[in-house]
């Protein structure tokens, strides 16, 4: 199989879509490049060999047979005439069919002549119900075969009298049409330049009305040697569904004509890569029950053409309002309060389908919260809050809390964009804002969500961390640094003031600030005994000094007992003054506020109810319990406990 870049693997999302929110919208046709592979020869070779044999029974081995035959019975060759000179009998026919198409033992065991991934994957999307009917110009019956493998029998079309009497076709679950016959019929088998040159009155009919009701789906068709189906083709009346051609390599001029006519978007792939592909992203959104990606672009593009409006942005207060609405709704949240998890895939695939429902609304949150103001702030937080509680039903936890998913998506989204637009006065809000009826009580956000919550996952961070990128990333376009950096000191700010809220922080701030200038004093002694060249009293001094240092750091690994961090995705460094491991965004923030104290923005943002000394003092806390947790990966990453103890790395990045 090939490896498809990202275009390709983009159309075939767009295809996708298309595929599970109108199934049955469009037809494949199948040429002989999805076949050859299995070791099933083209119509062409299968002829080639045949001339073959009728030559060696007339003693001859001609160069080119199909040359032979035409000067020794006056006609060009056709599976009829051919057939009936080799056989007397419809069932002898048959029987010399059936080597080139059906496998022998040894085929079989070496998977020859026998449905190909790209086969069994366009049965997949039939059982699925996204598709419904299959065009082939082959003669085997591969893809009745992969249909039968999925439990499905198909309606199978082989001769041009079978279409009379034919159902409509969209009432029909699964159609195979052999436009040039199939092997168990060769009356029906075309294969030369006037065969395929125009088909019957009934094929034209029911090709006009497949072309204009369908989008097709061209697989391993080369388009040069059947001027019939390329003419009913590009001559349909309309074309609703975007064409897609499926072809590894460069199209000859006769299929890129066609192609550039009718618009086709090129697949450069192999079928079995696409095709599988394919099923895979089909099923994938059914399970999801996903909306387009364009959607979320398109929210998010309205949202900022709102808000730079100089009127109230009205309509993304409705936006809003609409995705409230819609999420709950959602089958899996409506259910929630069972506790049960849903027969269709179990919690896993609810978590799946609640993130997918979260998509736009958490699109328009991080909008609203980088561009909005103060007025347009309370049409999201509420929406927060009210989702973070958990359902008072009985059974499985995971299912009563799944509601927190969406709220810590939207939790994350609004904090984030919040915390890149420099809007500090808002993350402190957000974080403070209240879950009233929340399991332990009325707790603040910063308190009751986080990935762990969500997920109870130790890769929970990165989870959230990659899903959210291409929001901020690719539709808030404020770059892949600035997402970086803004998840980090969110998250970091998450866990000081969800710490400072405890209600023991307090008393923690208090002793840590007492014994802070304990040290200090104890340093100044150091400083004065120096001066007086007093032994005994220098002495003292570092004896003291090293008791309250000693009091200082186990008052701080006490406070930093409090902090709610399981596995934050923060970057850890290793400092070589004895701290050991530390957190490197935490380093950062306890230097700046001690040079700005409290002109700090958080400070003036009023984190830590705007004491610089307490947002410090909070801070060493969060450092410390970070730099314990890093301590604890690193050496866990080592080879049996041996090995260079990492420096500089993500929690949740080590396995």
Not at 99 to 120: I, S
Not at 352 to 365: D, F, I, K, N, S
Not at 432 to 444: H, N, Q
Not at 607 to 626: K, P, Q
């Amino acid at each position: 199989m090939q490896r498809m870049d990202r275009q390709q693997q983009d159309e075939l999302i767009s295809l996708a879509f298309s595929l599970q929110s109108t199934p049955g919208s469009y037809a494949f046709v199948l040429g002989a490049g999805i076949s050859v592979p299995s070791g099933v020869p083209s119509a062409w070779g299968v002829q080639e060999k045949l001339l073959g044999r009728l030559a060696r029974i007339e003693n001859n081995e001609p160069g080119n047979p199909f040359s032979w035959y035409e000067e020794r019975f006056g006609e060009a060759p056709t599976y009829e005439g051919l057939l009936e000179r080799l056989a007397p009998t419809q069932h002898d026919r048959q029987s010399i069919l059936r080597e080139f198409f059906e496998p022998n033992d040894e085929e079989r065991e070496q998977g020859l002549k026998t449905p190909t991934v790209a086969h069994r994957s366009i049965a997949r999307l039939i059982a699925s119900g996204a598709a419904r009917l299959v065009l082939t110009l082959n003669f085997d019956r591969l893809m009745e075969t992969a249909l039968r493998d999925e439990g499905i029998e198909p309606v199978v079309v082989s001769h041009p009298s079978d279409i009379r009497g034919l159902a409509p076709l969209h009432t029909l679950p699964a159609t195979v049409i052999h436009l040039h016959g199939d092997y168990l019929s060769p009356t029906s088998m075309l294969n030369t330049k006037n065969e395929l040159e125009a088909y019957g009155p009934e094929i034209e009919e029911l090709l006009g009305r497949i072309a204009f009701d369908h989008g097709l789906i061209f697989v391993g068709w080369s388009a040069t040697y059947d001027p019939a189906l390329r003419h009913a083709v590009s001559s349909s009346a309309r074309r609703v569904y975007r064409p897609y051609w499926i072809e590894p390599g460069a199209f000859s001029a006769v299929a890129e004509d066609l192609r550039t006519r009718i618009g086709a978007t090129h697949i450069a792939s192999d079928a079995d890569t696409a095709l599988g592909s394919l099923a895979d992203a089909v099923e994938s959104l059914a399970e999801r029950n996903a909306r387009h990606p364009l959607t979320l672009a398109a929210a998010v593009a309205t949202a900022k053409r709102s808000l730079a409006a100089r009127t109230t942005a009205i309509g993304l207060h409705d936006q809003i309002k609409q995705e409230v609405d819609l999420l709950h709704a959602q089958k899996d949240l409506v259910s929630s309060p069972t506790g049960t998890p849903s027969p269709d895939g179990g919690y896993p695939s609810m978590v799946a389908r609640v993130e997918e429902a979260t998509t736009v609304l958490t699109g328009l949150v991080a909008t609203a919260a980088y561009w909005g103001d103060e007025s347009t702030d309370p049409w999201w937080i509420g929406e927060i809050a009210r989702l973070s509680v958990r359902s008072r039903g009985n059974g499985l936890t995971q299912v009563l809390e799944l509601p927190k998913v969406s709220a810590t998506h939207l939790f994350y989204a609004g904090g984030i964009a919040a915390t890149a637009a420099g809007r500090y006065g808002l993350v402190r809000k957000l974080m403070e804002t209240m879950a009233e009826d929340s399991e332990r009580g009325p707790s603040p956000l910063c308190a009751v969500l986080s990935p762990e919550h969500a997920y109870e996952d130790s890769s929970a961070g990165k989870r959230l961390f990659e899903h959210l990128r291409p929001l901020f990333v690719q539709h808030l376009n404020i770059g892949a640094g600035k997402y970086e950096e803004s998840w980090e000191t969110f998250e970091f700010l998450r866990l000081v003031e969800a710490t400072h809220t405890r209600q023991s922080a307090a008393g923690q701030i208090e002793d840590l600030q007492r014994i802070g200038q304990e040290v200090s004093t104890a340093q100044a002694e150091i400083d004065a005994a120096r001066g007086t060249n007093d032994v005994d009293r220098l002495e003292t001094a570092e004896s003291t000094l090293r008791r309250t240092r000693h009091n200082f750091t186990s008052k701080l690994a006490e406070f930093a007992s409090l902090v709610p961090a399981w596995s934050p995705y923060v970057h850890v460094q290793y400092a070589r003054n004895g701290h050991g491991h530390v957190s490197v965004y935490g380093q950062q923030l306890i230097q700046q506020l001690e040079q700005q104290r409290q002109l700090h923005p958080y400070t003036e943002a009023g984190f830590c109810e705007g004491s610089w000394e307490a947002m410090r003092a909070t801070c060493e806390a969060v450092d410390h319990a970070i730099g314990d947790l890093g301590r604890t990966a690193a050496y866990a990453s080592l080879p049996q406990g041996s090995g260079v103890v990492p420096g500089y790395f993500r929690l949740g990045d080590l396995g």
